[in-house]
């Protein structure tokens, strides 16, 4: 099986945040893949696109699909956060041949179980009609919710190069009992790969509970693989290359 990998960015990011994953499993064989989500990828202190106001979730999964069509062959889809969302609606097409989920968002249906996960919803509804323009996130709200496993010059860094985000994502994300697309809705019985959920058991915006109970769901076909002392941004904190052999590891048992 051919060893290739499409590696995906989560929220307000872009493909610089998965550069030494990229390193690492090219430096193992793969060819690796690090395209970006719609309207993301570009200066993250330029004005948004104006399409990205509208840009759904569906969009992205939209984008990754053809993109992943074009390879010529199924690959593994690695996600980040949202597009761990966005890798299960790419393989719920037969587009992977295994899948890597980074702490992922929750999918449709499934509500937030603790205070951690609750405040970032709470904080998008003071900000008005979020959904209706792009939007991006305050380094208050990102360096103890998602930051809080690097160090504060790294936090800075990190920070300093991330975009705008979607207000409509974030929505569908948070808020998708009101989205009537069910844009985050995943028909789990259509992947048909191996799936690793992945888990910093420190990340305060994707509860680990949370990421467990979704590798439940998948039943025989997932593994949970929990990473102690990381956090949201595991595959750049320091001491990233632990986990990354891990899943590497995983994944030549499953695709070797």
Known sequence: MTKEIVLLHGAFAGPWCMQDYANFFRSRGWTVH??????????PKAEPDPGLTNTS?????????????????KPVILGHAIAGVVAQQVASRGLASALVLINPNAAWGTLPETDDERAIPRSLMEGGAFW??????????????????????????VFDQLGAESGRVMFEMFFWMFDDHHAMKVD???????????????????????????????????TFLPVKDHAHFLFMEPGWEEPASQIADWLDGKTG
Do not use: W
Request: proline content about 7%; overall charge negative.
């Open 34 to 43: 690090t395209p970006a989500l719609r309207y993301h990828g570009g200066d």
């Open 57 to 73: 979730v569906t969009d992205y999964t939209d984008d990754i699909s053809d993109f992943v069509r074009g390879l010529g062959s």
């Open 132 to 157: 209706k323009q792009p939007m991006r996130v305050d380094f208050d709200l990102m360096a103890p919710f998602a930051l809080n496993k690097m160090p504060e010059a790294q936090q800075h860094a």
């Open 188 to 222: 789990m019985d259509k992947v048909d790969c191996p799936v690793l959920v992945v888990s910093g058991t420190e990340d305060r915006a994707v509860n680990p509970k949370t990421c467990r109970a979704l590798a439940d769901l998948y039943g025989d076909r997932a």
